[in-house]
């Protein structure tokens, strides 16, 4: 059974700098491109970054792009999102997801940026 748990949410000033983590087991890592999706209140689901299976390339939105983060740890089964110059707009659930948009995702963790 795949299984995500997103942790490491919370909440943060302008330009403060959060690490989440999500821990995957139930499939292969390494085999899976794993993304970031986040849901600000009142907005859809929007994609943040993948880093896709095998030589593990990675992407990201613009609006994150040079701020973000993302990477992987096999040893732990861990996806990480490293988070810096976070603002205002930040603020959303953020969740781990398999195989996005297709497969599954996790719980969340919410992130809330505000002075």
């Known amino acids: 059974e795949v299984q995500l748990v997103e942790s490491g949410g919370g909440l943060v000033q302008p330009g403060g700098s959060l690490r989440l983590s999500c821990a995957t087991s139930g499939f292969t890592l390494s085999s899976s491109p794993m993304s970031w999706v986040r849901q600000a209140p009142g907005k859809g689901l929007e994609w943040v970054s993948t880093?896709?299976?095998?030589?593990?390339?990675?992407t990201y939105a613009n609006s994150v792009k040079g701020r973000f983060a993302i990477s992987r740890d096999t040893a732990r089964n861990t996806v990480y999102l490293q988070m810096n110059s976070l603002k205002t707009e930040d603020t959303a659930m953020y969740y781990c997801?398999?195989?996005?948009?297709?497969?599954?995702r996790g719980q969340g963790t919410q992130v809330t940026v505000s002075s």
């Open positions: 997801a398999k195989d996005w948009p297709h497969g599954p």
């Open positions: 880093v896709h299976s095998g030589l593990g390339i990675i």
